[in-house]
């Protein structure tokens, strides 16, 4: 190209486009991947991610972290244990127990599906599974309340023992409605907070009667 000797480039000339290469934009972060981590190393991150939503649940306040990075793993054991102490069939006795746990695993999803759904027509802007993953955490002071009951009943049925259960139980039945109506009542419009939160405490309060109401056979 004889022609091109006598081309030159003026400095004043100036380049379209960006032709600079951003520095520290690109994580390294976002090229891992869980695949690329041990099973071990995966396990112990959900069981930490598990473990913050149970403090979140002890400690409730207004607070998003319920909700950013939902799972369904704590409702499910907390939903399972508590069905498994509320069962109360003895090893020796023709019923198994079966028909209680159903009973309390039936309601508690049901009621928090129900929840969820009321939740979303009132014009709510949680996720389905958010609204779930709430309500089934705030089932832990609950959780709690049953096992302490069971030791309650331990020492005896009498007067003293319905009283003390009485107070565990009232104690963590507001803990449970203040827990999820806190971090859920963002996601609400103001004028609809009260039609919300009715669901939420009848559904506590029914969980709540069942494990006052418990009697070991």
């Not at 041990?38 to 598990?50: F, G, H, N, Q, S």
Request: hydrophobic residues 50%.
């Amino acid at each position: 190209f004889p022609g091109l000797a006598d081309v030159s480039i003026s400095q004043d000339i100036p380049v379209e486009g960006e032709i600079t290469v951003p520095v520290g934009s690109h994580s390294p972060d976002e090229d891992y991947s869980t695949l690329d981590e041990p099973v071990k190393d995966t396990i112990m991150r959900d069981l930490k991610a598990v473990g913050k939503k149970f403090v979140h649940v002890m400690y409730p306040r207004k607070s998003s972290a319920l909700l950013r990075d939902w799972d369904l793993w704590g409702p499910l054991v907390l939903c399972v244990s508590l069905a498994l102490m509320l069962q109360g069939g003895s090893a020796d006795s023709k019923d198994d127990g079966g028909p209680q746990f159903a009973e309390v695993f039936v309601i508690i999803w049901f009621g928090a599906v129900v929840i969820t759904l009321n939740s979303k027509l009132l014009g709510g802007t949680i996720s389905f599974f958010q609204s779930l993953c709430v309500l089934g955490y705030c089932v832990l002071p609950l959780t709690v309340a049953m096992l302490v009951c069971r030791l309650v009943l331990l020492v005896g049925a009498g007067t003293v023992s319905f009283i003390i259960r009485l107070i565990v139980v009232g104690a963590m039945f507001g803990w449970s409605t203040l827990a999820s109506t806190a971090f859920l009542a963002d996601s609400q419009p103001p004028n609809r907070k009260a039609l919300v939160v009715y669901p939420i405490f009848l559904f506590y309060f029914v969980i709540s009667w069942m494990i006052l109401t418990f009697t070991p056979q």
